[in-house]
């Protein structure tokens, strides 16, 4: 199954079947679908517009996916899914996922190669985006503890 991203920016797929899709940019978007869907689902197929290291931790955190396809993806975020048993297929490949203006690395990107324990990685992304982890059904094991 090939994504459609004409239709939405991220879906989560179950057995090839559409559980949930979304629009928006950012990392916001991935974080309400994967708090609305863990504990209900697993061995899922996540399509992301945009993959990079920030979105590649949350994903791998989640739980709920065993593959992605993107399409554009850090070659760091297609390493670190890898490393841990998440299939990743990309359109594009890069070296870095870049801000909006593409000056820079994108804010997030920066955030999760601090290399902070994930739950202070998920509380820090959380912070830099001016979320409240009470206002999300969170409940990735690293910050439910």
Do not use: W
């Not at 797929?13 to 679908?33: A, E, N, V």
């Amino acid at each position: 199954m090939k994504p459609d991203f004409s239709l939405y920016d991220l879906a989560l797929l179950k057995d090839d079947k559409l559980i949930t899709s979304s629009r928006g940019r950012g990392l916001k978007p991935l974080l309400i679908l994967l708090g609305d869907q863990i504990g209900q689902q697993t061995d899922c197929l996540l399509f992301d517009k945009i993959v990079g290291l920030a979105g590649a931790r949350l994903i791998a955190m989640s739980g709920l996916v065993t593959r992605v396809q993107a399409k554009c993806a850090s070659s760091r975020a297609m390493a670190h899914l890898q490393a841990q048993g998440i299939d990743i297929q990309s359109e594009i490949v890069v070296d870095q996922i870049n801000n909006r203006e593409g000056t820079d690395s994108c804010p997030m990107e920066k955030i999760a190669l601090a290399n902070k324990p994930n739950n202070q990685f998920v509380l820090s992304i959380l912070e830099a985006l001016g979320l409240n982890p009470a206002d999300y059904r969170l409940v990735f094991k690293e910050i439910a503890r």
